[in-house]
């Protein structure tokens, strides 16, 4: 019988299409209830204790959230922790510099001495995770307005936190799950000193570029290296030089097996966030507002830096990390609009919307909870679709698209703290009876306003130290006049009006350029010069600092007169997704993505892009140099890759056929934030490490696409022959537990390195 559904299974996969995605990023906590059995049956080899164990080492052990932003995996017992390329983009463009360029030329660290130290670079490792959806529930009631309990959950999560850590270094943090139906606490371990280890050139970690970004196939070696570090004790701690590799729990064994069609493939990791129950009203204000405006910003914003970047090397160096994440999400958000309309995603929510109406209508209990559910969500976006477009161009334009304007707003709040406390000295000793208190007074007052300049001095070194002056003015000039065109003067800053309009006659240009001449915002020596010696009647005249703050204003303010329609929204959502879920008591849901830990598990497959098409499930080094152009930075070949290529020189990392894979691809569910997690095999062994999701399920993160929806992953063992021929840092892979077992002999459970085995 289990033969029959064995070879069942192989036929049904190896059709390509027929393989059914797996949608759902699954809690860990909740694996052996939930998923275990299917995923046993599809080749999971291990126990739900070996992927999940509060009391025993286990797979969790060797997952890492890095800095909050993206995933990594520990693939040795002396702290050794893969990651992706473009995690470990900004590390490394820290590094680089003209001389040496570790973008261009990438960096291997020969022995540990040679690793580098990241400021503020952190990861954490989850110890534990608890539902507390009782405790927090207990003190909300019907009644309460979604704020309110949001503040009643902020208010519990905390104290659960809190007495969950106490006396530890662990941090604790409580979640809200199924928008505002579920809590969970998460306690991680938490380590300061991360060191960069190694990186292939860009033209191996980014091959492809823009161009190929978001897109299969794929040929890029998107991996980099990082080393955990703690204190001698083994305990956290922050850099330094007699610190020691973490030992951990546990740490992947790497397969060098390869994949074949249809193979198991689960995913440990912390995506980012996913938006699977949103309305069919929120599909349609991406598609006409939020997105198209986004890209337009970003179109701009892109060719101005270009400008800049192309001219001169120290400048693309400098703003290289600022460039890549602009130009990721403003690809994005192109294929997520063009995936929305092919996908038919706004049909599809309006089928669930209809069905669900019918479903609460059909019973006066129903009706009596989530009968407003679909009002509520149909008034919310009603009453913010007037202002998403001037909304994006005051955010993306006028905020977050030159580097002044936050820096501006920043060093804003510290010195008019500093300001106020000085000039209410006169006042406060006024008041106070004694020579003693007056003394007092003052130099409290002093003490103060030092700690004040001090953290607007460490705020000036941080952003200028990633700072390009006339990048920032043109984007400035070219962003703000963009705002001014496309939105009317209400949606403005009236700085527009009354600064740039008449003082400069429109002129944005005219605007920028006379900021470099006296703006303290753009130069850092005469920032300096001024925290020197603040004045503020000059400080409180500086353009910038007028237009940034209004800017904020304006920002904060539009979130103040949306609160109601976030309300709205708000419980619409928590009503939708708790209705959806009493409606198919069968079906199995699962949260959205919030950056906790999740687990997704499915299978390698090729599959039709369109019709007519195929898409086989991996790539060779064939493609890498069928793609080669050496007039186009994102397809140039580095010489010792062409050399090894024409060698045939792949050592034990070649396929059975003699082939040196690159990428593959499984129906993995996953998202931003999961960059850089581990692909494991049914084993527990590591296969892949994952980087981005295929251009047809660009709408993914709104509705799992079953059939397109695809997880691209560099193979392991491109990884391992760039670290190893291309680098010649074989030391590395020498200190990771690699399995081959050959193709006759699977590894069975019991044979499942464990941490005796494999340290
Ligand atoms: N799209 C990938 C992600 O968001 C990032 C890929 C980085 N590569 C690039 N060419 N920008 O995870």
Same mark, same amino acid.
């Given at each position: 019988?289990?033969?029959?559904?064995?070879?069942?299974?192989?036929?049904?996969?190896?059709?390509?299409?027929?393989?059914?995605?797996?949608?759902?990023?699954?809690?860990?906590?909740?694996?052996?209830?939930?998923?275990?059995?299917?995923?046993?049956?599809?080749?999971?080899?291990?126990?739900?204790?070996?992927?999940?164990?509060?009391?025993?080492?286990?797979?969790?052990?060797?997952?890492?959230?890095?800095?909050?932003?993206?995933?990594?995996?520990?693939?040795?017992?002396?702290?050794?922790?893969?990651?992706?390329?473009?995690?470990?983009?900004?590390?490394?463009?820290?590094?680089?510099? %003209?001389?040496?360029?570790?973008?261009?030329?990438?960096?291997?660290?020969?022995?540990?001495?040679?690793?580098?130290?990241?400021?503020?670079?952190?990861?954490?490792?989850?110890?534990?995770?608890?539902? %507390? +959806?009782?405790?927090?529930?207990?003190?909300?009631?019907?009644?309460?307005?979604?704020?309110?309990?949001?503040?009643?959950?902020?208010?519990?999560?905390?104290?659960?936190?809190?007495?969950?850590?106490?006396?530890?270094?662990?941090?604790?943090?409580?979640?809200?799950?199924?928008?505002?139906?579920?809590?969970?606490?998460?306690?991680?371990?938490?380590?300061?000193?991360?060191?960069?280890?190694?990186?292939? /050139?860009?033209?191996?970690?980014?091959?492809?570029?823009?161009?190929?970004?978001?897109?299969?196939?794929?040929?890029?070696?998107?991996?980099?290296?990082?080393?955990?570090?703690?204190?001698?004790?083994?305990?956290?701690?922050?850099?330094?030089?007699?610190?020691?590799?973490?030992? /951990?729990?546990?740490?992947?064994?790497?397969?060098?097996?390869?994949?074949?069609?249809?193979?198991?493939?689960?995913?440990?990791?912390?995506?980012?966030?996913?938006?699977?129950?949103?309305?069919?009203?929120?599909?349609?204000?991406?598609?006409?507002?939020?997105?198209? +405006?986004?890209?337009?910003?970003?179109?701009?914003?892109?060719?101005?830096?270009? $400008?800049?970047?192309?001219?001169?090397?120290?400048?693309?160096?400098?703003?290289?990390?600022?460039?890549?994440?602009?130009?990721?999400?403003?690809?994005?958000?192109?294929?997520?609009?063009?995936?929305?309309?092919?996908?038919?995603?706004?049909?599809?929510?309006?089928?669930?919307?209809?069905?669900?109406?019918?479903?609460?209508?059909?019973?006066?209990?129903?009706?009596? =909870?989530?009968?407003?559910?679909?009002?509520?969500?149909?008034?919310?976006?009603?009453? $913010?679709?007037? #202002?998403?477009?001037?909304?994006?161009?005051?955010?993306?334009?006028? &905020?977050?698209?030159?580097?002044?304007?936050?820096?501006?707003?920043?060093?804003?709040?510290?010195?008019?703290?500093?300001?106020?406390?000085?000039?209410?000295?006169?006042?406060?000793?006024?008041?106070?009876?004694?020579?003693?208190?007056?003394?007092?007074?003052?130099?409290?007052?002093?003490?103060?306003?030092?700690?004040?300049?001090?953290?607007?001095?460490?705020?000036?070194?941080?952003?200028?130290?990633?700072?390009?002056?006339? $990048?920032?003015?043109?984007?400035?000039?070219?962003?703000?006049?963009?705002?001014?065109?496309?939105?009317?003067?209400?949606?403005?800053?009236?700085?527009?009006?009354?600064?740039?309009?008449?003082?400069?006659?429109?002129?944005?240009?005219?605007?920028?350029?006379?900021?470099?001449?006296?703006?303290?915002?753009?130069?850092? +020596?005469?920032?300096?010069?001024?925290?020197?010696?603040?004045?503020?009647?000059?400080?409180?005249?500086?353009?910038?600092?007028?237009?940034?703050?209004?800017?904020?204003?304006?920002?904060?303010?539009?979130?103040?007169?949306?609160?109601?329609?976030?309300?709205?929204?708000?419980?619409?959502?928590?009503?939708?997704?708790?209705?959806?879920?009493?409606?198919?008591?069968?079906?199995?849901?699962?949260?959205?993505?919030?950056?906790?830990?999740?687990? #997704?598990?499915?299978?390698?497959?090729?599959?039709? /892009?369109?019709?007519?098409?195929?898409?086989?499930?991996?790539?060779?080094?064939?493609?890498?140099?069928?793609?080669?152009?050496?007039?186009?930075?994102?397809?140039?070949? /580095?010489?010792?890759?062409?050399?090894?290529?024409?060698?045939?020189?792949?050592?034990?990392?070649?396929? +059975?056929?003699?082939?040196?894979?690159?990428?593959?691809?499984?129906?993995?569910?996953?998202?931003?934030?999961?960059?850089?997690?581990?692909?494991?095999?049914?084993?527990?062994?590591?296969?892949?490490?994952?980087?981005?999701?295929?251009?047809?399920?660009?709408?993914?993160?709104?509705?799992?696409?079953?059939?397109?929806?695809? =997880?691209?992953? %560099?193979?392991?063992?491109?990884?391992?022959? &760039?670290?190893?021929?291309?680098?010649?840092?074989?030391?590395?892979?020498?200190?990771?537990?690699?399995?081959?077992?050959?193709?006759?002999?699977?590894?069975?459970?019991?044979?499942?390195?464990?941490?005796?085995?494999?340290?």
């Amino acid at each position: 019988m289990k033969k029959i559904l064995a070879i069942f299974l192989v036929g049904a996969l190896s059709l390509g299409t027929k393989v059914k995605a797996d949608e759902g990023m699954w809690l860990l906590s909740l694996i052996s209830q939930l998923n275990y059995a299917d995923m046993q049956a599809k080749g999971l080899k291990l126990t739900p204790e070996q992927l999940y164990s509060i009391n025993n080492a286990s797979m969790k052990d060797a997952i890492v959230s890095l800095g909050g932003f993206c995933t990594g995996e520990i693939i040795s017992g002396e702290g050794l922790m893969l990651t992706n390329h473009h995690c470990g983009f900004d590390a490394i463009r820290t590094h680089s510099t %003209v001389e040496n360029d570790y973008l261009t030329d990438g960096f291997w660290a020969m022995n540990r001495a040679e690793e580098k130290s990241n400021d503020g670079l952190y990861v954490r490792i989850l110890l534990r995770m608890e539902d %507390v +959806t009782d405790k927090v529930m207990a003190e909300m009631t019907d009644e309460m307005s979604e704020t309110e309990r949001a503040s009643v959950a902020k208010k519990i999560g905390a104290a659960l936190a809190e007495e969950a850590t106490k006396g530890t270094k662990n941090k604790g943090l409580v979640k809200n799950f199924f928008h505002g139906n579920e809590y969970y606490l998460f306690i991680y371990e938490q380590f300061d000193d991360v060191r960069l280890v190694g990186a292939p /050139p860009s033209s191996v970690g980014k091959y492809g570029g823009d161009t190929d970004n978001w897109m299969w196939p794929r040929h890029t070696g998107d991996f980099s290296m990082f080393r955990i570090y703690t204190a001698p004790d083994g305990s956290s701690a922050a850099y330094a030089e007699e610190n020691i590799p973490l030992n /951990p729990r546990h740490h992947l064994p790497v397969s060098i097996d390869g994949v074949k069609d249809g193979d198991f493939t689960m995913v440990f990791g912390f995506p980012g966030s996913t938006d699977r129950y949103l309305s069919s009203h929120g599909v349609q204000q991406a598609i006409d507002k939020y997105n198209p +405006t986004t890209v337009e910003i970003r179109d701009l914003k892109l060719a101005t830096m270009r $400008t800049y970047m192309e001219a001169d090397d120290a400048t693309r160096i400098l703003l290289a990390s600022n460039y890549a994440q602009t130009a990721n999400y403003w690809k994005y958000y192109i294929g997520q609009t063009e995936q929305l309309k092919n996908n038919g995603v706004y049909d599809k929510k309006k089928a669930i919307e209809d069905e669900f109406i019918s479903w609460v209508n059909a019973d006066a209990a129903r009706k009596a =909870t989530y009968g407003e559910t679909l009002d509520l969500l149909a008034k919310g976006y009603a009453s $913010t679709d007037p #202002t998403v477009v001037s909304g994006r161009y005051l955010f993306e334009a006028g &905020i977050i698209g030159p580097q002044s304007t936050v820096y501006a707003w920043r060093m804003d709040r510290i010195m008019g703290m500093y300001f106020e406390t000085k000039n209410g000295i006169k006042a406060a000793q006024k008041a106070a009876e004694t020579d003693e208190e007056k003394e007092k007074v003052a130099s409290d007052a002093a003490t103060k306003m030092e700690r004040l300049l001090g953290a607007a001095q460490a705020q000036t070194e941080e952003h200028f130290g990633e700072y390009h002056q006339a $990048t920032d003015v043109a984007l400035i000039a070219n962003l703000w006049e963009m705002y001014y065109k496309n939105t009317s003067s209400e949606q403005q800053p009236s700085f527009f009006t009354n600064v740039i309009a008449k003082k400069y006659k429109g002129d944005f240009t005219a605007f920028a350029n006379g900021l470099v001449e006296k703006s303290i915002f753009v130069d850092k +020596t005469r920032m300096m010069e001024f925290l020197a010696e603040p004045n503020e009647k000059a400080y409180s005249k500086e353009e910038l600092n007028v237009a940034s703050a209004e800017m904020l204003g304006m920002y904060f303010a539009s979130e103040e007169a949306n609160a109601e329609a976030g309300q709205n929204l708000d419980k619409g959502y928590r009503l939708l997704t708790a209705g959806l879920r009493e409606m198919n008591p069968d079906k199995k849901y699962a949260p959205d993505a919030n950056s906790t830990i999740r687990m #997704t598990y499915g299978t390698v497959g090729s599959y039709y /892009p369109k019709d007519g098409v195929f898409y086989d499930y991996y790539t060779t080094i064939e493609g890498i140099m069928q793609k080669e152009d050496p007039n186009n930075d994102e397809f140039v070949v /580095p010489a010792k890759l062409k050399e090894l290529y024409m060698n045939k020189d792949y050592g034990q990392y070649a396929n +059975t056929d003699g082939q040196m894979p690159v990428c593959f691809i499984s129906n993995n569910d996953i998202t931003g934030g999961n960059s850089g997690s581990p692909v494991i095999n049914g084993n527990g062994e590591l296969i892949g490490c994952a980087f981005d999701g295929n251009w047809e399920a660009m709408s993914g993160d709104v509705f799992f696409e079953t059939k397109l929806q695809r =997880t691209i992953s %560099v193979d392991i063992r491109y990884v391992l022959f &760039i670290i190893d021929k291309y680098a010649g840092a074989g030391h590395l892979v020498d200190e990771m537990t690699l399995v081959k077992t050959a193709s006759v002999k699977k590894a069975s459970v019991e044979e499942m390195p464990t941490e005796e085995a494999t340290n």
